[in-house]
């Protein structure tokens, strides 16, 4: 399928073939017939991608202090390597569309409805899209699809309007009149209001005063006089800004020319230094509306399908989306006289040289028109190769590009195959890292590779992991291995009959294949007694919408504990026998009392390992810090950065470069499929280090140890 992406690093634009998306739990597959072009939003978007390495700094301050942090958490050179894996890949564009459902795993929708769909990173420029289903609207039977394309962007201007909370016969102003502030004028005058419509330019104000604007006025200071005139003296009742720019010049008007004590909404992308004295003196009531409604940016109500009641939400996105969609079936809302241009997909380019200004034309409403005949299958980008080794790789984000993929393929395996959720991405790692193609079919992937990694969301894990050792695939999967006792039994299971036949398993546990960590095990090696093994982890705080915390993803203990625990049985090579764990009981409301606990893990040599994992401290603090003791020595391990041994009264001190064992991980991996030695991790430890962190989640339940076995 064909799809508008732009290359982050450069900002260059492409019409690219790449493979359809699969459908997914929560929602419908889309074929696409228009979509409409926001010019402010994808301007903007245009324009950080294009600009320089500095220019992106200054457009993206908030980026800027997470690098910065990133860097006193992993040192200079990962947090370098994050940020250039993240610029160089592709992104999609666009969010809003319309199209016919071909597919759908929700029983809202069926095949052939007709649909209106939202979202950045669902509804975008592309043939085929898959959206959750409260980012889609049916479409009533006389709506066109190249007028529902409009249902996002009439969403957003629909939400500024509840948030002015006008009435009837009240005078609203407008300032910004494109294509945002041109619907917010037909929604205010549906809604009885009296428009005064307000623009730098007075390009469009023929077009506003047919679609119902009452005055038109160029926006200045000069137009005060004309806005008291027309209100009989009191000033606006409401102001609604929907204007693009860095200045601070509409919000200043704003104030001017409101009356006391009423409402200015902020709608488009404006400066915001406020002057106070006029607030003050007005108490002026200043709103920002966000996006399309109640629900944006909420993952329960995006991704996962959670609806608010309406008994106590009555206007969610979704809603506002469908209150647009009736709008223009009862032809209150004309959205036909804002659309100046429709380019076929191929010719989409043409769209944005009209946005950056690169083609001087007038515009507004931009719609991109899709063929009704997709091509669908996977996406050729490199000739075919054989090899003893043939890697099919399902998930490739920036953990994958950054970690796992550098080394792979320096390795002699051959990339066959990559699928991710999201098409873009999948056509990225494969230009990238030179896989063969890309697609979106699991079967596909399975039928050309021998060697599959995964590294997706954890509570998909299992479920891959069975499909390929089903296919007689050798598995690697980044940690969590299963994220319940079911899942881990079902694995345990198929592999053991699959192990017979050569096939191996591996998780990405990559502690123990870091330098300081062998470093330390070498130190230890001639110890003959117990260890006593300390692990702090200062992992940082995590809001509870982050997709980790999600219902069916196991959590931070089951995600990322495992890790330490691996590292635990790797030091004593001894398995774990019995776990006990606490949380903190807190009152706030924000924190996860699963992100703060204390794990006591007892050994069958005798060992006992404390792990602490903590998310309310101090983001200065180094993340990783582990103290092993037996046999009259010691060893530190501080942050991966260096390491002390004691030993007979004297200390020895060694620097390394923080490199946590990824590489390693990986072509201990390949070394093993090829036959060259066995340091990949046997699988009763890795069912055992899985064991400890659902156990672990069983004893905060019981308050009492739990034991290691199914």
Known sequence: MRQVIQYQKTGELFIDELPPPALRNGGVLVQNYFSLVSAGTERSSV???????????????????????????????ATWDKVRTRIDNYAQLGYSSAGIVVDSSVAEFNPGDRVACAGLGYASHAELIFVPKNLVCRMPDHVGFDEAAFTTLGAIALQGVRQAEVRLGENVAVIGLGLLGLITVQLLK??????????????????????????????????????VSSTRGYGTDAVIITAATASSQPVELAIEMARKRSTIVIVGDVGMKIPRHPFYQKEIDFRISCSYGPGRYDGSYEERGIDYPAGYVRWTENRNMQAILDLIAAGELNVQALATHRFPIEDALRAYDLITGKAQEPYLGLLIQYPQHVKKGLIRTAERKEAHIRVGFIGAGNFAQSFLLPPLKKSHAVLKGVLTATPVKAKSAAKKFGFEFCTGDVDELLADANTVFIVTRHDSHASFVRRALAAGCHVFVEKPLAVTLDELRD????????????????VGFNRRYSQPFRDIKSFMRDVKEPLVISYRVNAGFLPKDHWTQAPGQGGRLIGEGCHFIDCMAFLTGS????????????????????DNLCIVVKFADGSVGTLLYVANGDKALPKEYCEVYGGGKCAVMDNFAR???????????????????????????????????????????LVNTTLVTLKARESLKTKMPASITM
Request: aromatic share 6%.
């Open 190 to 227: 549906a809604n009885g209001c009296r428009v005064i419509g307000l623009d730098i330019s007075d390009h469009h104000f023929e077009l506003a005063r047919k679609l119902g604007c009452d005055d038109c006025l160029v926006s200045s200071m000069a137009a005060l006089p004309c806005v």
């Open 47 to 77: 324009a950080t991608a294009q600009a320089s390495m500095i220019g992106k700094a200054k457009r993206r301050p908030d980026l800027v202090k997470q690098v910065k942090e990133n860097i006193k958490r992993e040192g200079l050179r």
């Open 491 to 506: 694995i345990q299971n198929l592999y053991a009959e699959k192990a017979a036949a050569g096939q191996q398993l591996m």
């Open 575 to 594: 398995n774990p026998v019995s776990v006990y764990a606490e949380c903190i009981a807190s009152n706030n409301t924000q924190v996860t009392q699963e």
């Open 643 to 685: 390491a002390h041994f004691f030993a007979d009264g004297q200390v020895r001190k060694k620097k390394y470069g923080g490199d946590k064992g990824h590489a390693e991980e990986v072509k201990a991996f390949i070394e093993s499929l090829e036959g060259k030695g066995n340091r990949i991790i046997p699988f009763d430890s």
